[in-house]
């Protein structure tokens, strides 16, 4: 599974840790997040998020 960063602050979104601090499990796809997931460093919504290369 991919990697997304924050193209706001750099906040690396990676698969296999999830965001248990905002209920989204170890496992969880990016394209699986629920739209009104935000980054949880900056706030910045899902579509500021790139693949990372």
Not at 18 to 46: E, H, L, M, R, Y
Request: net charge negative; aromatic share 12%.
């Amino acid at each position: 599974m991919d990697k997304y960063v924050c193209s706001i602050c750099g906040y690396v979104y990676d698969p296999k840790q999830g965001d248990p601090d905002n209920d989204i499990q170890p496992g969880t796809a990016f394209k699986d997040i629920p739209d009104g997931w935000n980054c949880p460093v900056c706030g910045a919504s899902k579509d500021e998020f790139v693949k990372e290369e």
